[in-house]
């Protein structure tokens, strides 16, 4: 039987992973104690595999098995759980505390958590050299590259399989030590939040900012495309996630991107957020 | 309708959604990939409008990239997947 993947969440990031895995012929059980988000992210996962498969970064491999449920209890023998929910610690304490209990010694457990320190959530399992991150980004099933943070407690033998598990899905990992925010999140999330806030002051349109980024400094889509990617809620989240433990200001989320918070205006998922999406 | 007034009608409503993402006119032999327009993210927007606009599913070997670079490529796709709605 080929091992199976256990996904946490079937949010944005949970259906996104689950693609990337299904792709490379991986079958994967997503989690969520949401039933109608699970049938959401059913078809979000059917038309991100299409998506992979339009832009060739699917290999030519039978796609793996999809399984949803509402219960953690059936991940026991998976090759590696992989947790994507909320970017809230008290979510991610709850599941991973339930998780550890249920697994096998041995079974990589993978925080997708794009800032929280690893040995804080460690604190949450039963061992905490076989928890690891991968922050994973989006759309997971069309970017290669993934950071890999590593807690002081991670062990050698959890960094290897860590390898191994991106080797399947064709990811090249950038390791990292533990830290707030990792590189990524700390680096882009205060940028977007500056965009925002410039948005706000009236210096200039998203659109500006974003060509102004894109076309002087290279940056591929402008960081307010980026956001809206990311989804804002996430993004307001991540930034009070770094702020409680930078304690820079810099890091509170402006005004403006609370507003679009605030209004639903989530970016992508929602239909709209610093740009309007149709379809 | 007479077949080239259907293609017509197709090169149209597509050419009119394009229009939206590209900000301006679009020739319907301009490489929407060198303008830019084409990008990963609006490929797929693409794909479904497509879908759900003309009734087509694109599937299997036509996902291709080739296959949206212009509005030609796009009604020929669309004109054959109606054609034949089996051969996907």
Redesign the interface.
């Known amino acids: 039987m080929t091992p199976r993947l256990t996904v946490l969440g079937a949010g944005v990031m949970g259906t996104g992973i689950a693609t990337l895995a299904i792709a490379h012929g991986i079958p994967v059980t997503l989690v969520d104690i949401e039933p109608a988000v699970l049938d959401r992210a059913r078809g979000s996962v059917d038309?991100q595999l299409?998506?992979a498969?339009?832009?060739?970064a699917a290999p030519d491999v039978p796609p793996g098995e999809l399984t949803t449920s509402t219960s953690v209890a059936g991940c026991a023998g998976s090759l590696a759980v992989i947790e994507a929910v909320s970017e809230h610690a008290e979510q991610k304490d709850k599941i991973l505390r339930e998780v550890s209990g249920i697994v096998a010694p041995g079974t990589v457990l993978i925080s997708n958590t794009s800032g929280i320190p690893i040995d804080e959530l460690a604190a949450s399992v039963e061992r905490p050299d076989e928890l690891v991150g991968i922050h994973f980004m989006n759309p997971p099933y069309?970017i290669t590259m993934v950071e890999v943070a590593r807690g002081p407690r991670t062990s050698d033998r959890t960094m290897e399989s860590v390898r191994s598990l991106l080797d399947l899905v064709n990811r090249r990992g950038i390791a990292v030590h533990d830290a707030p925010g990792f590189v990524t999140s700390r680096l882009l999330h205060p940028m977007i939040n500056n965009a925002a806030r410039i948005v706000g002051e009236g210096v200039a349109g998203a659109d500006e900012v974003d060509e102004l980024m894109a076309g002087c400094l290279g940056h591929p889509?402008g960081p307010l495309r980026t956001a809206d990617?990311i989804g804002l809620d996430n993004l307001v989240d991540s930034l009070f996630a770094l702020h409680e433990r930078l304690g820079d200001p810099h890091y509170l989320p402006c005004e403006h991107l609370l507003d679009k918070v605030r209004a639903g205006r989530l970016g992508?998922k929602s239909g709209s957020g610093f740009y309007e999406?149709?379809? | 309708m007479t077949t080239d007034q259907a293609v017509d009608s197709v090169a149209s409503t597509i050419s009119s959604y394009l229009e939206t993402k590209a900000g301006g006119p679009v020739a319907h032999d301009a490489d929407l990939a060198a303008a830019g327009v084409l990008t990963s993210m609006v490929a797929m927007e693409i794909v479904v409008f497509l879908e759900s606009t003309f009734g087509v599913s694109i599937v299997g070997r036509d996902l291709k990239l080739d296959n949206f670079r212009t509005v030609d490529s796009m009604v020929a796709l669309v004109t054959r997947l109606r054609e034949n709605p089996d051969n996907a």
């Open positions: 038309r299409r998506h498969q339009l832009l060739g069309l889509t990617l992508r999406y149709r379809s």
